[in-house]
T-cell receptor
């Protein structure tokens, strides 16, 4: 497919468990973003990758959240010791990063709905 | 810090009519980008329209147009000839020109289209 894909579509877990959420960006997109969207809210920025490195992780709420992008393509968002408050839709987006252009459009995936019981 | 406010949690419109969704924002920057995204039940955020702050002309995309009032920091979306497929959550978003990843979203407006 040509768009951003995310797996799983839905994830139900128990409090205290570890979860991994996967994002496949659009081929060739060097920038990748993770957002969290709580019920009734707009997406909130979590972390941004430029290539393999996390260029900005200021949105991660605490050290239970971690994300990797080892080969500069697929990214995994990891949440340790999940809490009920982590329940949300986790959105991934990707974009080109063209030098001199500040309006690189972010293309979003369908998200993963995480439910922590 | 930049904030985006959407004061209408829900709006409804009759099919074929026109509806306007409101958005205000707060920033100290002079140059930035503003966006309207549509999020249907499939959850995928779809870019509807984009406005660059340094451009005075309001952006238009087919049935979608914006009323950008820079001094008032207002960025409303007008949907003309509303269609059933327009029903969705609509999010207004702000992004600075120097930080591609710093995108701030409003809380959204749920649009219902009545047949």
């Amino acid at each position: 497919g040509a768009g951003v894909s995310q797996t799983p579509s839905n994830k139900v877990t128990e409090k205290g468990k570890y979860v991994e959420l996967r994002c496949d960006p659009i081929s060739g997109h060097t920038a990748l973003y993770w957002y969290r969207q709580s019920l009734g809210q707009g997406p909130e920025f979590l972390i941004y990758f430029q290539g393999t490195g996390a260029a900005d992780d200021s949105g991660l709420p605490n050290d239970r959240f971690f994300a990797v992008r080892p080969e500069g393509s697929v990214s995994t968002l990891k949440i340790q010791r999940t809490e009920r408050g982590d329940s949300a839709v986790y959105l991934c987006a990707s974009s080109l990063t063209l030098r001199g252009q500040g309006q690189n459009e972010q293309f979003f995936g369908p998200g993963t709905r995480l439910t922590v019981l | 810090a930049q904030t985006v406010t959407q004061s209408q949690p829900e709006m409804s419109v009759q099919e074929a009519e026109t509806v306007t969704l409101s958005c205000t924002y707060d920033t100290s920057e002079s140059d930035y980008y503003l966006f309207w995204y549509k999020q249907p039940p499939s959850r995928q955020m779809i870019l509807v329209i984009r406005q660059e702050a340094y451009k005075q002309q309001n952006a238009t995309e087919n049935r979608f147009s914006v009323n950008f009032q820079k001094a008032a920091k207002s960025f409303s979306l007008k949907i003309s000839d509303s269609q059933l497929g327009d029903a969705a959550m609509y999010f207004c978003a702000y992004r600075t020109t120097y930080n591609n990843n710093d995108m701030r979203f409003g809380a959204g407006t749920r649009l219902t289209v009545k047949p």
